[in-house]
């Protein structure tokens, strides 16, 4: 059974950083393309950030360009997202998904559809950032 496990969220100041990590289980994850998510209380979800499964390129929401880094470990069939100068903009809860088995992801599709296609979902991780 296919599953994604978030985690490595938790309280920040502004200005500070945090790691987040997605832990695959059930398929090899480099065969997927894998986004980052977020949705903040009273908003609508919105994508952050996409790691392709062909040939690994990436692409960024125009909010976080320049401060958060999406990578993927396919030893540890796990995705990261770094984040770094952190904003209170940014709290929210962050998950991770799954984009459809094909041989060309689309990451600006699932990214700024804030998921369309995205078959498998974490249950996500907190991020607040407050001083």
């Known amino acids: 059974q296919s599953q994604l496990v978030e985690s490595g969220g938790g309280l920040v100041q502004p200005g500070g950083s945090l790691t987040l990590s997605c832990a695959a289980s059930?398929?090899?994850?480099?065969?997927?393309?894998i986004g980052w998510f977020r949705q903040a209380p009273g908003k609508e979800r919105e994508g952050v950030s996409c790691?392709?499964?062909?040939?690994?390129?990436?692409y960024y929401t125009d909010s976080v360009k320049g401060r958060f880094t999406i990578s993927r470990d396919n030893a540890k069939n796990t995705v990261y997202l770094q984040m770094n100068s952190l904003k209170p903009e940014d709290t929210a809860v962050y998950y991770c998904a799954r984009g459809p088995l094909t041989s060309y992801s689309n990451c600006y599709l699932y990214t700024e559809s804030s998921g369309y296609g995205m078959d498998y979902w974490g249950k996500g991780t907190l991020v607040t950032v407050s001083s």
């Open positions: 790691i392709s499964n062909s040939d690994g390129s990436t």
């Open positions: 059930g398929f090899t994850l480099d065969h997927y393309a």
